[in-house]
């Protein structure tokens, strides 16, 4: 647990005590989002169920390619049917390896490249982008490796948008979708007019987006849509436990809509401001809408990179303000702690795959690995 409490508190001191000018070294940044590729990449099977079901998915392509049979006969077209871009990713990559964990590794380093560039091309700040990663995004790059990579590659859509260039902004979200069909959620974000809206016609739809997603029409909207596309299985996932409210996501709307509304005047005209902002916002609404939804807060992530350019631009504006830049750290410093104790086993202990064994109590192993010969050697593959 300790190791990661020392990388939040070395980029929080980043934030706090590095000279302003620095706030877009492409070097503090890329030396970060490195390091953090390297450690994320290298840990053994970190962040629960998910490494694994695609670690064996892509042990299977490889070793169905190894034997000279068509790889695309493997499981994960099965699994994957309509997100032809992952499983695509993975024949290539079983042409440079065998190993579930090189293959983790360089699928992690795609993750972080993407982005680099995305924090890079719409940040003003990277070092409370960074932070803000932390909080929203970091520990997710563990485990959800498909919509991580979608997220990433979503994010380079938003230029499109402010430029508008219709065609390029789709093909973008469809690459996107094609590693994680969700990833579609982004497509209606190109109508909206770039323009700035009044706060009290946000405050309003708002509202209106916490009524739904309280009535449950959103939810049983998003399934009647998966019945026409072939997402059956996965919305189910999105939408279970339609009966709870989640207090969470409503905390997270309101904490960020009160920070950018109470700021709004840091946003200028700049049409890519405006774009982001609005984009932005739709972070906020999509939380709203599915505020009954086990998992319909991960439709949110698409808008993160956004949210991230916004707040970033706001604090740009606003450097001296104390109050916003600690209520930043104190809300970063919350979500992250929270998952650092949530998830518990599934990241503490940290351990890499440098060193073969397993991790003492690690049910996660006990109830998923489908190769126990990992365990005696790393790389044995």
């Known amino acids: 647990m300790y190791i990661y409490l020392l990388i939040l508190a070395f980029a929080m001191a980043g934030a706090l005590f590095l000279p302003h000018k620095t706030a877009k070294s492409t070097i503090y940044l890329a030396c970060w989002m490195i390091g953090l590729a390297f450690f994320v990449g290298i840990s053994d099977m970190l962040g629960g169920f998910d490494r694994y079901i695609y670690g064996e998915m892509f042990d299977e392509v490889a070793d169905i390619r190894r034997s000279g049979q068509n790889p695309l006969t493997a499981f994960i077209f099965e699994q994957y049917p309509t997100e032809l871009g992952y499983a695509y990713l993975n024949i290539l990559l079983s042409y440079i390896t065998a190993n579930r964990y090189i293959f983790i590794f360089i699928v992690t380093l795609i993750i972080y490249v993407l982005y680099y560039v995305n924090i890079r091309r719409y940040s003003e700040d990277y070092k409370v982008a960074l932070l803000l990663f932390f909080g929203l995004l970091f520990f997710f790059t563990f485990t959800y490796l498909r919509q991580m990579i979608g997220v990433g590659i979503a994010g380079l859509s938003f230029k499109f948008i402010y430029e508008r260039k219709l065609w390029k902004f789709v093909i973008v979200v469809l690459i996107a979708a094609s590693f994680h069909n969700s990833a579609l959620i982004l497509l209606p974000v190109y109508f909206i007019p770039i ?187």
Do not use: H
């Not at 940290?350 to 790389?379: C, H, M, Q, S």
């Open 195 to 381: 323009k700035k809206y009044s706060m009290g016609a946000i405050m309003v739809l708002m509202i209106l987006c916490l009524l739904v997603g309280v009535s449950g029409v959103s939810s049983s909207l998003f399934e009647a849509y998966s019945s026409t596309s072939g997402l059956e299985e996965r919305t189910t996932q999105y939408i279970e436990d339609t009966s709870g409210f989640r207090v969470a996501y409503l905390l997270e709307a309101v904490f960020f809509l009160w920070l950018i509304l109470g700021n709004y005047s840091s946003i200028g005209k700049d049409k890519q401001q405006i774009a982001l902002l609005n984009v932005a916002l739709t972070f906020c609404a999509t939380l709203l809408l599915f505020i009954r939804s086990e998992n319909g807060g991960r439709l949110g992530w698409f808008f993160i990179m956004a949210l991230v350019a916004t707040l970033t631009t706001i604090f740009s504006q606003s450097y001296k303000n104390i109050l916003n830049r600690t209520l930043v750290f104190f809300v970063v410093f919350f979500l992250y702690i929270r998952i650092v104790f949530i998830w518990g086993i599934r990241i503490s202990p940290y351990k890499t795959f440098f060193t073969n064994g397993v991790r003492t109590g690690d049910i996660i192993y006990e109830k998923y690995e489908y190769d126990p010969n990992y365990a005696l050697d790393k790389f044995y593959r």
